[in-house]
């Protein structure tokens, strides 16, 4: 008999459906039934491929005794924190304030009235390591609940209030100067590991934003030491086992300090993230390992991730089958030496083992290992590497595929549009440029409704019921404005402005500019969210404040500037205090402080030779956060083509800020020298 799961769009919901549990999807009818019972809620939030959730589902969702109990006792109310990061993020703070440290699967323990009263993440079905078992902890909040019912709700009152106190004050509405982000920079060389690159201890995980803001530092200042730690971190992760060295693609984070053991689920915005990163790395440095990988994930993310529909699926699990069954992390990913003897013959096993590092002992569980790219000595024939290369990723491919959560979240498709279209244009394959087109136009047509008002999340080509957050209109038209950047289409620019406007009317605090995560008239929750700090992802907040920003520099819309400016003033607050979790604001202050530069190109047609040399010159720019816009003279497909004539009718570049325009220029290394100088 299957729960009320089984027409949700999520994924992860869904693997609940068949669950003895009676789930409720998150809803006021749960807490309705929680009401009219007399019983509490148990919250419970997870992700479709998140270990230890798929771990306490098959120990306690799907056992009948446990099941029972659940269902004679409380509401069960499933929420996939993909789908509700509102949820998720209201109800994570309360846990991470109560026990200091947060997680999934979280288990949290409700009122009828939604107030927290009792917290955890992972309960085991029996007591070990000093934790109590999954059912003793139903026993004891049910004794508490029937005993004790004024101290529970006094506990879930005072937790509330708590929460209500802690809201953000975050200094002035002034954007961070010289002298803050230099204060980050050196906070940023403090926690850095000079021997494995990356920043703090184990679990260690991929800093996109921070890397972002490194390159964007280097280019504004000339930073060598900034330009050193990007480099030798993106280095070190694509020859780690973080990175996968036969498909492309990064892993969630690496479990020890050296990348060497992932957490193998691979996700659209980390991968989405990553190959921007090492895209901006190679136009910055050239080097041609940024360039493969930057490729390889791009590929990657059109080759696994891309829905039916034109959009990107979110995850690829951890776990597979290992052949016998069993499901088993990491099994679609690690070799032994035998395995590698079987696909390759003794010889090239050989030569693959030592190329890859694959020893006897294994660098993961059971004798395997995660292949990774050791630095080494001696010369590789490459054409020889590619073929063993080939061979074993087509013997993996028969091996049985991770789990794929094919929910598209708007946010991440954001990411990945600005992500696909940069790597295609600078390096010319219009594929990936293509790509981002249709994942584009699946968002404007499925996720968008007629108030351009935004659905996080679609799944097979039928949009959810959950509303936009924050991080969904700010990702998103950063990913639109990147593609008007790239093919000179002014509508994508239009569609940015309607999220944007969206922002400063729903989402922004008018008198302190500061953001909320949630619409003003989102459904309430028990506080409204509000994290201006990067996650996994940048944050809503300053993902916003750099679209506002970029969208302002195409169109001199003094709002959107303004509100950018203001948003800002919490990375003035917490840049030199914690650089690392503030990567995304840092570098749009970056992009604040370089003006930012303003390239308009004009030439006969998009297709002119002359034309695309510049447009080319001028994507391929440092200068942090510039924007481009291309057209044949006299469009009027974006505002800052108007009013710029041919020079002696050849192609031209124009290139302003902050008011000021430099002389226009018809050739691409005066260009080139005006935007990475």
Known sequence: MPNRLAHETSPYLLQHADNPVDWWPW?????????????????????????????????????????DYLNAHFVSVKVDREERPDVDAVYMEAVQAATGQGGWPMTVFLTPDAEPFYFGTYFPPAPRHGMPSFRQVLEGVRSAWSDKRDEVAEVAGKIVRDLAGREISYGDTQAPGEEELAKALLGLTREYDPQRGGFGGAPKFPPSMVLEFLLRHHARTGSEGALQMAQDTCERMARGGIYDQLGGGFARYSVDREWVVPHFEKMLYDNALLCRVYAHLWRTTGSELARRVALETADFMVRELRTPEGGFASALDADSDDGSGKHVEGAYYVWTPEQLTEVLGSQDAEL????????????????????????????????????????????????????????????????????????????????????????????????????????????????????????????????????????????????????????????????????????????????????????????????????????????????????????????????????????????????????????????????????????RTALLGTAPGAVVAVGATGSDELPLLADRPLVGGEPTAYVCRNFTCDAPTTDPDRLRAALNG
Request: proline share 5%; net charge negative; aromatic share 8%.
């Open 27 to 67: 809803s006021a009818e749960a807490f309705e039934e929680a009401r009219k019972r007399g019983v509490p809620v148990l919250l419970s939030v997870g992700y479709s491929s998140c270990h230890w959730c798929h771990v306490m589902a098959h120990e306690s969702f799907e056992d009948q005794a446990t099941a």
């Open 352 to 615: 693959a083992a030592h190329y890859f590092g694959v020893t006897e002992e294994g660098t993961f569980e059971e004798g395997a290992s995660v292949l990774q790219l050791p630095q080494q000595e001696g010369v590789f024939d490459a054409e020889h590497i590619e073929s063993v290369k080939g061979r074993l990723l087509e013997a993996r491919g028969q091996r049985p595929a991770p789990g794929r959560d094919d929910k598209v979240v708007a946010a991440w498709n954001g990411l990945a549009i600005a992500a696909l279209a940069e790597t295609g244009a600078y390096f010319d394959r219009p594929d990936l440029v293509d790509a981002a087109v249709g994942a584009a136009d699946l968002l404007v047509r499925l996720h968008l409704d007629e108030q351009a008002r935004l659905s996080r999340t679609s799944k097979d080509g039928h949009a959810g019921a959950n509303a936009g957050v924050l991080e969904d209109y700010a990702d998103v038209a950063e990913g639109f404005l990147a593609l008007a950047s790239v093919t000179g289409e002014g509508v994508w620019l239009e569609f940015a402005g309607f999220l944007l406007d969206h922002v400063l009317a729903r989402f922004v605090d008018e008198e302190s500019g500061a953001l909320f995560d949630t619409a003003s008239d989102a459904e309430q929750l028990i506080r409204r969210p509000q994290d201006p700090t990067d996650n996994a992802a940048p944050s809503g907040w300053t993902a916003a404040a750099g679209a506002l920003l970029s969208y302002a520099a195409q169109t001199g819309a003094e709002p959107h500037r303004t509100a950018a400016e203001k948003a800002l003033g919490v990375v003035k607050a917490l840049g030199p205090r914690v650089p690392r979790f503030i990567g995304w604001g840092l570098a749009v202050a970056e992009a604040l402080l370089d003006g930012p530069r303003e390239i308009a190109v004009v030439g006969p047609a998009l297709d002119d030779p002359g034309t695309k040399a510049l447009h």
